[in-house]
């Protein structure tokens, strides 16, 4: 049974850092990635990596400010949110697939179950 499961979310002041954690089970992935979703918005793009290429890719809007990154032979994937804005505050969901990145959560096809980000002003 495959499971993808995150943490490390919470409240952060601007300005203020946080790292999510997500740790895959069950099968390897070429690609894991994360996405976001606020209240009312659709869940949008924010960054993966591909492990066969090593190749990263970052939203523009987080591009500078976060960083995605490996660890455990390909089963975990953090990301590190550095200058954290209020505009940052979502449910951030960890997701995988194989193939190459892609940024259309549709084609992901394993998804963890969402750890809240709330940035406060």
């Known amino acids: 049974q495959v499971q993808l499961v995150e943490s490390g979310g919470g409240l952060v002041q601007a300005g203020g850092s946080l790292r999510l954690s997500c740790a895959a089970s069950?099968?390897?992935?070429?690609?894991m990635g994360w996405f976001r979703q606020a209240p009312g918005k659709e869940r949008e793009f924010v960054a993966a990596?591909?492990?066969?290429?090593?190749?990263?890719l970052y939203s523009d809007s987080v591009k500078g400010r976060f960083t995605i990154s490996s660890a455990n032979a390909k089963n975990t994937v953090y990301l590190q949110m550095n200058s954290l804005k209020p505009e940052d505050t979502a449910v951030y969901y960890c997701?995988?697939?194989?193939?190459?990145?892609?940024?259309?959560?549709?084609?992901?096809?394993?998804w963890g179950q969402g750890t809240q980000v709330t940035v406060s002003s």
């Open positions: 069950g099968r390897t992935f070429s690609v």
């Open positions: 990596i591909n492990w066969i290429t090593t190749g990263l």
């Open positions: 997701a995988a697939r194989g193939g190459g990145i892609v940024t259309t959560a549709s084609q992901y096809t394993y």
